[in-house]
């Protein structure tokens, strides 16, 4: 831990056992902490299900996702189905004790669909219409499609509704292509109009004038995703959006009232990836899961952590890892492998940062198709490959600890704000091109992390009142309404840090009548006096130390005249220093206490080691203590609590030799015994209960 000197003075017992919700899924007859694998038995003659499950079962499988691909074996032809294979691959499943997620086919639709009903076809921005072959071909948005997603879904959820094997759906897989077909657009035009309800108000908020944009009617308005009025742009991400949830409706509508209460309904998501808010489409799911794999070429234990918190945070609860790479994929200009390690590093990780399962994707290699180089845990000849082995650890392993992490959730302090609408207000107009707001939040999200060992990442909507530290890296898009919380937040005690860019735009993405950060102004005491795109690193230093600002610079201007000098006054936390003369001696960063809590605007991208000192002071000054002081850099500590329990999951991310010394005594759940130290080889983990 890089600032782990600052703590080591501070109070060694772990943080309070916390009692609220806890695991994603329980179900008494299946284990707490799930390893799973898609299979694929349509791809299969039957006679290779049975030595497949079998060594499934050897790895400590537990859980296999399948059908999210097999419309076409399902129902061959319009309105003829056929399920006598998957009850059988279902029920030769639970003979070797392994349980099932059902996957709606709907991302794959059969050909003899499209080719009979080409409007079921999605139509890109250009206006070309998709053809069979692919996946994802769809339109999202098609009343004729959603009526056969419903008849397929609600065939397999009458009839496995209550199979005691089944423990879940998953809806479609990855929604991610919104389509601009006529439908669609038409659909968007009365989604308009429902919410602006006459075109005059549309006009006035979009402020139509600019470029004789001004609309007569609804009809008139076009669909784009670019290039058109920044008003446009956000409305439309926030149509696909509810299209999206109406999507997922369609297909909840018919599965629900055949299926066993704890049958969960979930969709598996991507990280960071920004089509439509996730938000709005968990409103109506279950429980959240996504698809790990690894965004940079080489695992980067951070980023990857922060889309676990992203994704716990769409629900507020634990949630499930619905793929990961067993070592590589087949999607990257170069597939590296993950290390020999990471595998299971990559698996543990996911449970600290509160997944209850981990499925790999996927279990055998296909025998042809778009994906015969991507990592599988058993090769085409049905044999194990070399990774096989390392899963098989992890099974074991989460056969071990799974009783004690059962009724477990990681607890946090420190919350991100995470807004889908400020991401597309910015990248529709970056202003400058490496502003990219995903790796802007992960610059805060690195050092909290490291400091706290437990951040959430919210939504803009959820609740903030059992956090001490609530830090919106780029709040761009500011609502009064959401002001108004945040204002309420800071004068109940909270501490409240705001990056560049914040509260510049208003629900419409029009420009806040108020200078950033808008409505927050006033309760700063300062606004920004002018923003400026950076080429080069420009000095900036003041009492937190000394860096650099880069990309974005903001000068900041104290309203002093709303304020008497005083304890309550504004007061600059960062000056810039010489550069191109608009930037020179003007101040970078402000922040104000306000009765017991506080504002923070920073107003530059500041190089890592000056923002990692920023947010020692702000961890510090909001009363939070790291779970474990004084862990070695690179060592990731996870806690999970509930049902009495405290979990510790420790993750040694590095390629060193790493000790952990504990605040006491504590039980080995891997290793057994009782322990008060650990060392972690490389990439090693420890779980351990207090
Ligand atoms: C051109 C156009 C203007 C404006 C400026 C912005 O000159 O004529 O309308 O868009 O670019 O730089
Ligand atoms: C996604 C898909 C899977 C598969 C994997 C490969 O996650 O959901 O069907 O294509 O990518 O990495």
Not at 32 to 53: F, M, N, R
Request: aromatic share 10%; glycine share 8%; hydrophobic share 40%.
């Amino acid at each position: 831990m890089r600032l782990g000197a600052l703590f080591l003075a501070a109070s060694v017992a772990l943080a309070p056992v916390s009692s609220a919700p806890a695991q994603a899924t329980a179900y008494s007859d299946q284990p707490p902490i799930l390893l799973g694998a898609s299979w694929y038995p349509e791809q299969w003659p039957e006679s290779q299900w049975e030595p497949d499950l079998a060594l499934m079962e050897a790895a400590h499988i537990h859980l296999v996702r399948i059908g999210e691909f097999a419309w076409s074996t399902m129902e061959p032809s319009e309105g003829h189905y056929e399920f006598g294979w998957l009850d059988r691959a279902i029920a030769l499943a639970a003979k070797h004790h392994i349980c099932v997620v059902l996957g709606t086919p709907t991302a794959g639709p059969p050909a003899w669909l499209t080719t009979k009903y080409p409007d079921t076809l999605r139509v890109d921005e250009n206006g070309r219409r998709d053809e069979h072959g692919n996946r994802q071909q769809f339109s999202f948005a098609s009343t004729r499609y959603r009526k056969f997603a419903h008849a397929i879904a609600e065939q397999m959820a009458a009839r496995y509704g209550h199979n005691p094997n089944v423990v879940g759906w998953q809806l479609d897989n990855e929604y991610a292509a919104d389509s601009f077909d006529p439908e669609a657009k038409s659909q968007f035009h009365a989604w308009l109009q429902k919410k602006y309800g006459t075109i005059a108000n549309l006009n006035h908020h979009w402020a139509t004038a600019y470029w004789s944009q001004t609309y007569d009617n609804f009809d008139e308005i076009p669909v784009r995703s670019k290039e058109e009025n920044p008003a446009l742009l956000l409305e439309w991400k926030r149509f696909v959006s509810d299209t999206w949830k109406s999507y997922s409706e369609n297909q909840i509508d018919a599965i629900r009232p055949h299926a066993d209460k704890r049958q969960f309904i979930t969709t598996n998501t991507m990280g960071w990836f920004d089509g439509f808010d996730e938000y709005v489409v968990h409103s109506v799911l279950d429980i959240a899961a996504w698809d790990d794999y690894i965004s940079t070429d080489h695992y980067d234990a951070a980023d990857n952590g922060a889309r676990h918190d992203l994704t716990r945070g769409f629900k507020q609860k634990n949630f499930w890892v619905m793929e990961t790479e067993p070592a590589f994929v087949n999607w990257r200009p170069t597939n590296t492998p993950l290390e020999k390690g990471q595998v299971r590093d990559m698996a543990w990780q996911a449970i600290g940062h509160g997944s209850d399962a981990v499925e790999y994707w996927q279990w055998r290699s296909a025998p042809n198709g778009q994906e015969e180089y991507h990592g599988v845990l058993l090769g085409i000849d049905g044999k194990p490959v070399p990774v096989y082995d390392e899963v098989k650890q992890v099974g074991a392993e989460f056969e071990k600890a799974g009783p004690a992490l059962a009724g477990t959730s990681p607890h946090s302090s420190v919350a991100i704000i995470q807004s889908y609408d400020s991401r597309w207000a910015i990248d529709f107009q970056r202003h400058s091109a490496a502003f990219d707001p995903v790796k802007e939040l992960v610059s805060f999200y690195r050092p909290l992390r490291d400091q706290t060992q437990a951040v959430d990442i919210l939504s803009p909507d959820a609740s903030l009142d059992s956090y001490k530290l609530v830090v919106a890296p780029a709040l761009n898009v500011l609502p009064q309404s959401m002001a108004d919380r945040l204002i309420a937040y800071v004068k109940a005690g909270g501490h409240l840090v705001l990056g560049p860019r914040s509260g510049m735009k208003d629900e419409y993405n029009a420009l806040n009548p108020q200078r950033q950060p808008g409505p927050l102004a006033d309760l700063l005491g300062a606004k920004v006096s002018q923003f400026y795109a950076l080429d080069e690193a420009v000095p900036v230093g003041g009492d937190p130390g000394n860096g650099t600002a880069n990309i974005w610079a903001e000068t900041l201007a104290p309203t002093l005249e709303t304020f008497a000098p005083g304890p309550d006054a504004p007061r600059v936390l960062l000056t810039y220093g010489p550069s191109n003369g608009w930037l020179d001696n003007q101040p970078a960063a402000i922040t104000r206490t306000v009765g017991k809590g506080s504002i923070t605007y920073i107003g530059a991208w500041l190089d890592q080691p000056l923002l990692d000192s920023l947010t020692t002071q702000f961890v510090h000054d909001a009363g939070v203590q790291p779970i474990l002081p004084g862990v070695p850099d690179g060592v990731e500590v996870c806690q999970r609590t509930g049902s009495g329990k405290t979990i510790l999951i420790l993750i040694n991310h590095t390629t060193s030799n790493q000790r952990v010394k504990l605040p006491h005594a504590m039980t080995d759940l891997l290793q057994s015994g009782t322990v008060s130290s650990v060392d972690l080889p490389k990439y090693g983990v420890a779980v351990l209960q207090n």
